[in-house]
Protein backbone atom coordinates (compact mmCIF):
# COMPACT_ATOMS: atom_id res chain seq x y z
CA UNK A 1 0.00 0.00 0.00
CA UNK A 2 2.80 2.40 0.92
CA UNK A 3 4.66 1.70 -2.19
CA UNK A 4 1.42 2.24 -4.61
CA UNK A 5 1.34 5.26 -2.38
CA UNK A 6 4.22 6.60 -3.10
CA UNK A 7 4.07 5.75 -6.63
CA UNK A 8 1.25 7.64 -7.16
CA UNK A 9 2.63 10.83 -5.33
CA UNK A 10 5.71 10.29 -8.29
CA UNK A 11 3.64 10.23 -11.07
CA UNK A 12 1.49 12.93 -10.03
CA UNK A 13 4.45 15.51 -8.86
CA UNK A 14 6.45 14.35 -11.87
CA UNK A 15 3.13 15.17 -14.06
CA UNK A 16 2.05 18.18 -12.16
CA UNK A 17 5.69 20.02 -11.07
CA UNK A 18 4.24 19.14 -7.93
CA UNK A 19 5.70 17.11 -6.11
CA UNK A 20 5.84 18.40 -2.60
CA UNK A 21 2.21 19.18 -2.76
CA UNK A 22 1.55 15.69 -4.21
CA UNK A 23 3.60 14.12 -2.01
CA UNK A 24 2.04 15.59 1.33
CA UNK A 25 -1.65 15.25 -0.06
CA UNK A 26 -1.02 11.19 -0.61
CA UNK A 27 0.87 11.37 3.29
CA UNK A 28 -2.05 12.76 4.48
CA UNK A 29 -4.65 10.79 2.69
CA UNK A 30 -2.87 7.59 3.68
CA UNK A 31 -2.70 8.84 7.59
CA UNK A 32 -6.38 9.62 7.63
CA UNK A 33 -7.43 6.19 6.15
CA UNK A 34 -5.07 4.22 8.56
CA UNK A 35 -5.99 5.99 11.55
CA UNK A 36 -9.08 4.30 12.94
CA UNK A 37 -7.74 0.86 11.37
CA UNK A 38 -4.74 1.48 13.98
CA UNK A 39 -6.93 2.58 16.72
CA UNK A 40 -9.01 -0.26 16.64
CA UNK A 41 -5.89 -3.37 15.77
CA UNK A 42 -4.30 -1.55 19.04
CA UNK A 43 -7.96 -1.85 20.67
CA UNK A 44 -7.98 -5.48 20.28
CA UNK A 45 -4.16 -6.13 21.46
CA UNK A 46 -5.01 -4.10 24.40
CA UNK A 47 -8.01 -6.82 24.67
CA UNK A 48 -5.72 -9.40 24.44
CA UNK A 49 -3.94 -8.89 27.45
CA UNK A 50 -6.73 -8.02 29.60
CA UNK A 51 -6.58 -4.33 29.92
CA UNK A 52 -9.46 -1.71 28.13
CA UNK A 53 -9.41 -0.17 24.88
CA UNK A 54 -9.52 2.98 26.77
CA UNK A 55 -6.19 2.60 27.32
CA UNK A 56 -5.58 3.65 23.63
CA UNK A 57 -5.77 8.16 24.63
CA UNK A 58 -2.80 7.53 25.55
CA UNK A 59 -1.37 6.93 22.37
CA UNK A 60 -2.40 11.37 21.99
CA UNK A 61 0.18 11.91 24.69
CA UNK A 62 3.82 11.35 23.60
CA UNK A 63 5.45 9.57 25.92
CA UNK A 64 2.77 7.31 27.39
CA UNK A 65 1.96 6.15 23.83
CA UNK A 66 5.22 4.50 24.25
CA UNK A 67 3.63 2.21 27.14
CA UNK A 68 0.96 1.20 24.64
CA UNK A 69 3.31 0.58 21.74
CA UNK A 70 5.13 -1.84 24.52
CA UNK A 71 1.53 -2.82 25.60
CA UNK A 72 1.11 -3.73 22.02
CA UNK A 73 3.93 -6.23 21.63
CA UNK A 74 3.41 -8.17 24.73
CA UNK A 75 1.99 -12.11 24.00
CA UNK A 76 -1.72 -12.21 24.86
CA UNK A 77 -3.45 -13.78 27.80
CA UNK A 78 -2.91 -17.62 27.96
CA UNK A 79 -6.74 -17.91 29.02
CA UNK A 80 -10.02 -16.51 29.22
CA UNK A 81 -10.48 -12.49 29.62
CA UNK A 82 -13.14 -10.18 30.23
CA UNK A 83 -13.29 -9.90 26.64
CA UNK A 84 -13.48 -14.01 25.83
CA UNK A 85 -11.48 -16.83 24.80
CA UNK A 86 -8.13 -16.47 22.79
CA UNK A 87 -8.70 -16.98 19.29
CA UNK A 88 -8.14 -21.04 18.72
CA UNK A 89 -9.08 -21.79 22.37
CA UNK A 90 -11.16 -24.56 22.76
CA UNK A 91 -10.01 -26.18 25.99
CA UNK A 92 -13.27 -24.57 27.51
CA UNK A 93 -16.70 -23.75 26.58
CA UNK A 94 -19.00 -21.31 27.55
CA UNK A 95 -21.95 -24.00 28.58
Known amino acids: ?6 AASAVVGTVLD ?14 VL ?9 ARRLHDIGKTSFLVALVCVPPLGLLVAYWCLLPGDPG ?12 TSDG
Open 34 to 42: AFFPALSLA
Open 1 to 6: MTFALG
Open 18 to 31: LAWIAGSAVLALYL
Open 80 to 91: PNDWGRPVGDES
